[in-house]
């Protein structure tokens, strides 16, 4: 049976070569851009009350991993902050998962195997004390505490909800010197995603399958 996996913003960077990973282990896959190019759905992530309307009409769904996100704004420092540029990083790398799993949410329902993935980042981890990058590691820190609810509410139904440490991985966002290539880490995200159980729900997890600490 061909497993459908939705696929936000696949566009460059993770969320192509996981698209194309995907496709390649013959998954019907639907990627999100933000402008809809290459047939892709078109979604708007900073819009989050809009992300349901966007999404309209999406068929049965299996798996949904929410990787599109954003570094935030240039000036991110706690004591020198672009307040709007914070507040559309957390729309984007935080209240806009949650709306699309809550968007998506009756699609997975039609699924024998329902499973939702984010990819939140190492930055989040709250032991790695930075300054730098203060919006961006925000936002996924909350994303992190936010599926770890969504992980709860839905356990009962056999949905489970991890988060996903892709590391630091060569793409527009991470730099040409970054440590993982992005073909290795898609491969790591849908072994991952490939095997996942209601066991596994609320946990946070590397690209490699190792449980990290929140």
Known sequence: MTTHILITGVARGIGAALAREAARLGHDVTGTTRDGAGGSLALVLDEPDRIGDQLRGLGPVDILINNAGTI??????????????????????TLAPLAV?????PR??????????SLSSQMAWMGYRKADRIAYRASKAALNKTMQGLATMLEPEGIPVVLVDPGWVRTDMGGPDAEEDPAAVARGILDLAGRLTLADTGRFFRFTGEERGF
């Open 72 to 93: 935030g704004p240039d000036r991110q420092s706690p004591l020198e902050t672009d307040f709007d540029g914070f507040a559309r990083t957390l729309a984007v790398n």
């Open 108 to 117: 997975l329902r039609e699924s024998a195997s329902p499973r939702i993935l």
């Open 101 to 105: 799993a809550r968007a998506v949410l």
